[in-house]
């Protein structure tokens, strides 16, 4: 299965983007070619969120497809199960490699996404993942009680959303590495645990609430992390890159 360390490109607009990875590309191919022309080759892997999408548009996922990045389109779709299908056929067409929805949408509404993503990604051979956000890491258990009167344990709410999208035939959900064991165990090995809040320091968290190292994840069992400040606001990104890669990937 292909664990992966893919980089939160949370900035404004292309121009932004392109520089950084074309920073971070160009040191890196070097370094690849210098050491061993397998290790590490390729270009990153990329999470593009609804800011640079809304701002830019398809355009910035051709661009980064072209540009030989792998691209995760964290859009979080969440509608009636026939808009979500025809929505996700469109983002099947532009090549995501990995897309998702909100897992509160449903069974009916999962099943309906993976249904139009095949639909679109029709003519690609690696066919997408498409994952499922079981409860954002800014809901906390309060708020499941207090404002969507969901009375039970938030381990037990994200344990049961990330079995409804098994159901629907997902390959996995987005969630914290603390939770990647529990759903392993409930859905099995194979089912994707994609886990966010990543730190090198886990006293400097900026605003994620509860962070793991890229080795505690690795520990953990997440299947990829996704960083985006630790290597974005780095001092120099290309090493911090390369860490996250030793440290979770081994190479
Ligand atoms: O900069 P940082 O490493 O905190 O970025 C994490 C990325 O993962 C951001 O793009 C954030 O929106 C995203 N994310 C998250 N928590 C979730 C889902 C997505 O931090 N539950």
């Known amino acids: ?24 590309t160009r040191i890196r191919d070097e370094v690849v070619r210098c050491d061993d022309i397998t290790v ?27 540009r030989g990045h792998k691209v ?4 979080k779709l969440h509608d009636i199960p026939n808009t979500v299908k025809k929505a996700m056929t469109v983002l099947g067409e532009y090549g995501v490699d990995m897309v998702n ?19 679109g990604a029709a003519r690609y051979a690696d066919k997408p993942k498409l994952i499922a956000v079981t409860q954002l890491t800014s809901t906390d258990e309060a708020t499941l009680r207090g404002q ?39 859905c099995g090995e194979d089912f994707l645990t994609v886990t966010p809040g990543i730190r090198f320091d886990t006293s400097s968290a900026d605003d994620q609430k509860r962070v793991m190292t890229p080795a505690q994840a690795k520990e953990a069992g997440s299947d990829y992390i996704v960083v985006g400040r630790p290597v974005t606001a780095a001092e120099k990104p290309i090493d911090a890159y390369s860490r996250c890669r030793e440290d979770f990937l081994g190479r």
């Open 1 to 24: 299965m292909g664990k992966d360390v893919i980089i939160a490109c949370d900035f404004k607009n292309t121009d932004e983007t392109v520089k950084f990875l074309d920073r971070l």
């Open 40 to 66: 590490g080759a390729g270009r990153p892997y990329v999470k593009i969120g609804m800011e640079l999408f809304y701002a830019e548009g398809p355009v910035i996922v051709k661009k980064l497809k072209e």
């Open 72 to 75: 995760f389109l964290d859009l």
């Open 101 to 119: 929805v909100h897992a509160a949408g449903g069974i009916e509404m999962m099943k309906a996404a993976k249904e139009g993503l095949m639909l």
């Open 148 to 186: 969507l009167l969901i009375d039970r344990p938030m381990a037990e709410v994200v344990r049961q959303y990330a079995l409804n999208a098994k159901e629907a035939g997902l390959d996995g959900v987005v969630c914290s590495a603390f939770e990647a064991a529990d759903i392993h165990e409930a």
